[in-house]
């Protein structure tokens, strides 16, 4: 008897387990939800707590702050948008063939996550949370251009431009401009961004 009942605890124990993972995962993907469209600033643990279908003080059980909130929205966005692996860019010995493989996927990954990242970019002055998600997609885009440079032959004011012009490519913003708002496809803006990193290597 004592073994059925350590049966049936050890079950009910394990299924409120499921059911609390579960109430946490609808709370990150709410969350998520709301800094995409309305924005991290905008988003109310009230707001949260009706998206998710739960009460508020739920909400704060599994999320004591707006800081852990954020932190679990980050993880669980970026787990299911991660940028790409400029590792396997290292690998190309042509510097113009990697820049042109780097910007494609860079380029990719910006028209997967436009929503987001203007959604987030409008709060990087109001939530701290967003300003250090923000600075953490700007060193993942400084260590990319510092690949891209590798084994570039221009030197002094040169080597200045080239680095700056692939800094400018890689940009969401530079993105935004030539895709959205100017029309081109993604492989023509690579292209084009191409021809000006070689533009700016060969002014003298």
């Known amino acids: 008897m004592s073994s059925q ?3 049936r605890r050890r079950y009910r ?3 409120r387990a499921q059911q609390e993972a579960e109430t946490s995962r609808r709370i990150t993907e709410a969350a998520v939800k709301l800094h995409g469209t309305v924005g991290p600033a905008k988003t109310t ?3 949260i707590a009706r998206e998710a279908g739960v009460q508020r003080a739920t909400v704060y059980r599994h999320f004591p702050d707006e800081e852990a909130i954020y932190q679990a929205c980050t993880s669980h966005y970026n787990a299911l948008h991660p940028p790409p692996d400029l590792e396997r860019w290292a690998d190309l010995a042509n510097p113009e063939e990697r820049l042109r493989v780097a910007l494609r996927e860079v380029y990719a990954f910006y ?3 436009q929503q987001m990242l203007e959604s987030t970019g409008r709060d990087i002055d109001r939530v701290p ?4 998600a923000a600075a953490e997609l ?3 885009l400084e260590e990319t ?3 891209l440079l590798q084994g570039r032959r221009e030197r002094g004011r040169a080597q200045a431009r080239v680095s700056a012009a692939v800094g400018h490519a890689l940009a969401f913003p530079t993105w935004r401009s030539l895709v959205r708002e100017q029309g081109l496809g993604d492989e ?3 292209e084009l961004m191409i021809s000006l990193v070689a533009s700016a290597g060969a002014r003298r």
Not at 129 to 132: C, E, G, I, L, S
């Open 5 to 7: 009942v350590e049966t």
């Open 13 to 15: 124990k394990r299924r």
């Open 45 to 47: 643990v009230s707001a």
């Open 111 to 113: 028209a997967e996550t």
């Open 129 to 132: 949370a967003v300003r250090n």
């Open 138 to 140: 700007a060193a993942y």
């Open 145 to 147: 251009r510092s690949v």
């Open 188 to 190: 023509d803006a690579v």
